[in-house]
């Protein structure tokens, strides 16, 4: 018994020293890792600041190994990954988060959208969709839907995009009935692609009710009705539009005009036409008068003068070649290679121009194939803007 005790009164000292030992050396061990992580996490920063983003990363990655369990390590590399276009090394690192059982709500949230814009910089259309569907409800609920909605622009599914705009608009994020008559629009298109134009003429009939201050569904409407042969009807449809001094207009001028020609209706078209321009002079509007007042020399000469009335009030180089064709068609055509030369200077003035990325183009687009925007073209030519 007395042997016992006196092991166990020399080994109560022993394991105490041995104790307080071992936690001087973890809490050294702690005080070294804990300067690490941040003398990693630092140098980290300042390559970031220098905008020397590989060598950035290496010292996350290092702050990460020496401190695992920081989510803030983990977001900063993930966005870098991100930014690089290493998608995949972006990937991995928002699952790793999402995979954890100690992320709190706000920051398996915030991994879930990191997950999103990761699979949707990499074009991943159907799991960025997958992966913003589970924000629904969360405070990154706004940006997924907008997310969402130019994914379903950007794939063409039109009755998914009307959805979730309608979403947006009811969480009051802003007003949508624009982009909306622009679906029914493209729907619309796709209808007299595939034959249906009943189908096209409900689904812009409807756009009209829905948003009548919308032009673009108009001028299809009147394009379809004109193709059918209802050209009385196209032009009723499309001279509204130049009722209403709509500055979309002048797009619609060129169907007005043979609407008017084939309906036997040039008088009141041409009436239309020069309130319209009257109000807002436009080139495509003057030539629609011109077109339809051309039959007779007395007529020709009236539209010979509007060209040069219209160059007293604006330079344009586009009226000054009309006026130069019709100065000279009555007496000495112009020489072959000066027309060539006037046609060619006036075509880059007679493209439209995104006002949001500077796309040009032919043609105009009610949606910039360059930056996807809506309603980005204003409906004039270069020249007049």
Known sequence: MELDLTWILLGLPAAFALGWIASRLDLRQMRIANRQAPRA?????????????????????????????????????????????????????????????????????????????????????????????????????????????????????????????????????????????????????????????AKATELLTAAIQTTPEAARPRILLGQLQLSQGLAAQAFETLSVLFERVDVAAPLAAASLVKAAQAADLSGPATQVLKAHYDKLPCIDVLDAITALTSDSAEHAAASHQRYLDHLNQHASLMAATRWLVDEHSATKPLPAPVQKALEQAIRPLARYRCAACGFEAKEHFWHCPGCQAWDSYPPRRIEEL
């Open 41 to 197: 996490y630092f140098k980290g920063l300042n390559y970031l600041l220098n905008e020397q983003q590989d060598k950035a990363i290496d010292a996350f990655i290092e702050a990460v190994q020496n401190d695992p369990d920081t989510s803030e390590l983990h977001f900063a590399l993930g966005n870098l990954f991100r930014r690089r276009g290493e998608y995949d090394r972006a990937v991995r690192v928002h699952e790793h988060l999402l995979s954890r059982a100690d992320l709190s709500g706000a920051d398996r949230q915030r991994a879930q959208h990191g997950l999103a814009l990761d699979y949707l910089k990499a074009g991943l259309l159907d799991r960025a969709e997958e992966a913003l569907r589970k924000l629904e409800g969360t405070s990154y609920e706004g940006q997924a839907r907008l997310a969402r909605l130019a994914i379903y622009e950007r794939s063409r599914e039109w009755p998914e995009a009307a959805r979730v705009a309608g979403l947006l608009e009811k969480s009051g994020e802003a007003n949508f009935d624009m982009r909306l008559a622009h679906y029914q629009c493209e729907q619309a298109r796709e209808a007299v692609q595939q034959g249906d134009t």
